[in-house]
């Protein structure tokens, strides 16, 4: 979650609604929470915030949250007086290069040269800037292929566009399932859990967040 200013209280009650379950496998859940130093409160969003920070100087037993930030001497002091610091140097960029390598479909030289710099050392920076290559159809195969790396190549802001294009692609593609035979309950309720994130990704919502917490509810449709 990329910080209040940009996505105040959508975001934080799909983060909110994510600490309150119980993990389906493991014993812990695991969230994180980017540019930390961006969770002030402003107008407008003072309910957002106090709910966020709450949760952070008081989790679930469950649960672990690692706040990301660039300086942490911008943090709230209600925050800073609950964490344990931990430094991080950026990734080398040999080490991005190989990465990039084997994950991404990067057709030369060159451009290997111009994400590894345009990533800085930060692989999510890395993801992000593969996903303007797309549309609506390659980005629906890439969610349904892998959700969670499709997640954290999201931008941390504007969920429409593309991403709002990705999700008409998705519930057109389950309709066209449940036409073809398939197990009509559970595509029912699966499309209407895209057609619920398209209705939240119109406002100021973390795509990152959307995309994650709309996989783990479409696993669960297939569970049950």
Same mark, same amino acid.
């Given at each position: ?10 975001s ?7 600490l ?7 014993q812990r ?7 930390a ?6 107008i ?37 007086s ?7 140097a950026?990734i080398? +960029? ?6 990039a390598? $084997?994950t %991404?479909?990067?057709?030369?030289k !060159?451009? #290997? @040269? ?28 890439r969610?349904t ?5 499709f ?12 991403f709002?294009d ?18 009509t ?8 859990l895209?057609?619920?994130?398209? +209705?939240?990704a ?5 795509? $990152?967040? %959307?995309?994650?917490?709309?996989? !783990?509810? #479409? @696993? ?5």
């Amino acid at each position: 979650m990329a910080g209040l200013a940009s996505h105040p209280i959508a975001s934080v009650r799909l983060l909110l609604r994510r600490l309150a379950l119980t993990p389906a496998m493991g014993q812990r859940k695991v969230f994180i929470v980017g540019d930390a130093e961006r969770l002030i409160p402003q107008i407008g969003t003072e309910v957002a915030a106090n709910a966020l920070l709450k949760a952070l100087e008081e989790p679930p037993a469950d649960s672990v949250i690692i706040i990301t930030a660039a300086d942490p001497n911008a943090l709230l002091p209600t925050i800073l007086s609950r964490v344990v610091l931990v430094r991080v140097a950026r990734i080398d +960029d040999s080490a991005v290069t190989a990465f990039a390598q $084997q994950t %991404l479909e990067i057709e030369s030289k !060159e451009e #290997l @040269h111009q994400r590894v710099t345009a990533a800085a050392g930060c692989i999510g920076k890395l993801f992000a800037t593969d996903a303007p290559r797309f549309g609506g159809a390659q980005l629906a195969a890439r969610f349904t292929e892998a959700p969670l790396v499709f997640a954290l190549g999201q931008v941390p802001f504007q969920a429409r566009g593309g991403f709002t294009d990705m999700l008409d692609v998705l519930a057109d593609r389950l309709r066209d399932e449940a036409k073809r035979g398939g197990d009509t309950d559970k595509l029912v309720e699966a499309i209407a859990l895209v057609m619920d994130a398209r +209705d939240v990704a119109q406002g100021n919502v973390n795509p $990152q967040l %959307l995309a994650a917490v709309l996989a !783990e509810d #479409l @696993h669960g449709t297939q569970r049950s």
